[in-house]
């Protein structure tokens, strides 16, 4: 306790290495306590409907089989949450339409990001005319109702789970490009990129080793925020009776079923499931906020 | 200012005919083609030479850039193509139905900003109480819920559960439903404003915060503004910047709403008719229904644009400038 704990502590202090940045960033995220209750609550749901079909199987793809059971009946203790209008088990069915839904939306956010990330990068890193061309075209994107175009391609096309994912991926990038591409345009004018070009490092050099790193945390958070975003679209889609065709199903299609025998008190059909359904989505885009909170410089310890 | 207004209505123009050459090319992507019409208007015994002669009568046969002029010209004339399911013209059934969707969308968007700007500006204010977390949790699930799931959840809870509202829009034609039967639409407009509140007051929360913490509302304050004075003419002023050009852009998202919130009441007007044109296959009146609103976009955004010249004479000095 004397004058050599002294002098550790201080050589401690002197030669004590630096936080890694993602470490940093990690003790920011992990101490917002909500952020972590929505992750645990994305793991459940999600493993839930992974693999709760394994642990309780039940018929959820032949109507044949299905109209066996009791329809629209009650929970009781064979059927947890009761059964739907064409007899399949309804905690059987969130666990399958969830699948879907997850899944999908997913995908169809991650077709978005990438695709917006290169177009954004692109564009805001070429500036100039390439630039403006390529910003008066997201523009006229951008003025064309969103749902009214997802709907005229997903009646266009057959509504199999892949095209449903390239359609809501392909045309839901317009927002993310302009993030994107402002991200680079100011990335592109700061110091290291300038030095970059000085020492005569090519466009691409810059824009993969300076560009891209540098806003992979806008990316990753808006990522976050696309999911969500393409989750709800195609609970939309199914509730305009454009999801996946029966006997596949979405959270949407089912919500938009069971909201239409809502009248007959069949309330085991709508209200668990929109309780789910919107806590994900909640979830999914708390964690976006939290990501972007984490990933704010101000908030580093410096 | 001038130079810039016309350099704005120059681009304003080159992204209305982007969305003209867009919607023209998206009819080619079905099944049959442009020749959809003629199949769903000659029927199923129609002969292959029966197909080729109607294209034909109605210019089908032409290349696509002579049918993309032709279609520009007749846009020009205010003509927005055939249904041929309705057997109608898309102007006619646009016209009927524009002013019902308007006035409920309008009123939606009124009462939202009404509601969510000065929302925003208390939460901002008193940041981190417990107003503002209720405010910002309220937004956050609202955010969450689709709006088709919304609308359901108003109709259980306040008309078959308390207050018995109708649970339906006035089906009357008449666009003035909205006057002659305004209880009838208060939960249309609810369902569309309670969307809307959830996502401005979050903005506008942030665009009053970026705000507050500024070099010139610090100098107002040491100066000695009263604080009544710094939030008005200060903090709230150059917070309204971001809300309008939010606001143009909004536009489309709006008329998505409303075609969600026109089918679950049963309010007919063009997201109703967008919707079931998209479910028939009547191309025509889809697109020139996309049209009207990508025209009404460009617009609000040009207005934004400009309006923000008129709050913000930073902007009008900066444009006129270069």
């Avoid at chain 2, 949790?137 to 078959?160: E, K, N």
Wanted: net charge positive; aromatic share 12%; hydrophobic share 50%.
């Amino acid at each position: 306790m004397t004058a050599t704990s002294l002098t550790t502590d201080a050589v401690a202090t002197t030669v004590e290495m630096p936080v890694p940045m993602w470490r940093q960033r990690l003790k920011i995220f992990t101490q917002n306590k909500l952020a972590i209750a929505s992750v645990l609550y994305l793991l459940l749901i999600t493993l839930f409907c992974f693999l709760w079909p394994h642990f309780h199987p039940t018929n959820q793809t032949n109507q044949n089989l299905a109209i066996n059971n009791p329809i629209n009946q009650g929970p009781d203790s064979q059927f947890w949450l009761g059964t739907d209008s064409s007899g399949f088990d309804v905690l059987g069915r969130i666990a399958y339409g969830g699948e879907y839904s997850l899944t999908l939306g997913f995908l169809a956010g991650i077709v978005t990001i990438v695709v917006g990330t290169l177009y954004g990068m692109i564009s805001g890193f070429l500036g100039g005319v390439v630039d403006t061309v390529m910003m008066r075209v997201l523009d006229a994107f951008l003025s064309i109702p969103y749902l009214f175009l997802l709907i005229t391609l997903v009646t266009l096309f057959a509504r199999t789970a892949t095209l449903l994912i390239l359609t809501i991926g392909l045309t839901g990038w317009w927002g993310t490009a302009r993030i994107i591409r402002a991200d680079a345009m100011l990335i592109r004018n700061l110091e290291y990129s300038q030095a970059a070009t000085t020492m005569g490092a090519s466009k691409w050099h810059i824009i993969h080793r300076h560009v891209f790193p540098n806003s992979i945390s806008n990316i990753v958070t808006v990522a976050t925020f696309s999911v969500a975003d393409a989750i709800l679209f195609l609970s939309t889609l199914g509730f305009l009776g454009l999801g996946l065709q029966a006997p596949q199903t979405d959270w949407g299609t089912m919500l938009q079923n069971g909201a239409e025998l809502i009248p007959n008190g069949y309330w085991w059909e709508v209200y668990p499931l929109a309780a789910i359904f919107i806590l994900v989505v909640v979830a999914i885009n708390y964690i976006g906020d939290a990501l972007r909170d984490a990933f704010e410089v101000r908030l580093l310890e410096r | 200012m001038l130079a810039y207004i016309i350099r704005r209505l120059i681009q304003s123009i080159v992204v209305l005919l982007m969305v003209i050459v867009f919607s023209f090319s998206l009819p080619y992507f079905q099944p049959e083609g442009i020749y959809t019409p003629a199949y769903s208007v000659l029927g199923t015994h129609a002969t292959h030479a029966n197909i080729l002669a109607w294209g034909a009568q109605y210019g089908l046969n032409h290349p696509f850039f002579v049918r993309l002029w032709n279609y520009i010209i007749a846009l020009l004339h205010g003509n927005f193509g055939f249904s041929y399911k309705q057997g109608q013209s898309v102007y006619s059934i646009i016209a009927t139905n524009v002013p019902r969707t308007v006035w409920l969308a309008l009123s939606a968007l009124l009462l939202t900003l009404v509601i969510a700007v000065p929302l925003g500006m208390i939460q901002a204010q008193r940041r981190n109480s417990v107003f503002d977390y209720a405010g910002t949790g309220v937004a956050f699930v609202l955010y969450a819920v689709p709006s088709f799931l919304l609308a359901f959840l108003l109709i259980q809870v306040f008309a078959f559960g308390i207050l018995h509202l109708p649970s339906q829009a006035p089906t009357a034609l008449a666009p003035w439903a909205m006057f002659t039967n305004p209880v009838a639409f208060i939960l249309p407009v609810a369902t569309l404003t309670l969307l809307g509140v959830a996502g401005i007051s979050r903005f506008m929360r942030g665009a009053v915060l970026d705000v507050m913490v500024q070099d010139y509302v610090r100098t107002a304050k040491a100066k000695g503004c009263s604080a009544r004075r710094v939030l008005w003419r200060h903090t709230f002023r150059n917070a309204l910047g971001p809300i309008i050009t939010l606001l143009g852009l909004a536009i489309p998202g709006l008329f998505g709403g409303a075609l969600i919130v026109e089918d679950v009441f049963n309010y007919p007007g063009l997201g109703y008719q967008a919707y079931n044109g998209a479910l028939n296959g009547d191309l025509p009146l889809v697109i020139g229904i996309t049209l009207l609103v990508a025209v009404f976009t460009v617009l609000g955004n040009l207005a934004a644009d400009l309006a923000l010249g008129i709050v913000n004479p930073r902007i009008r000095i900066e444009r006129s400038g270069k």
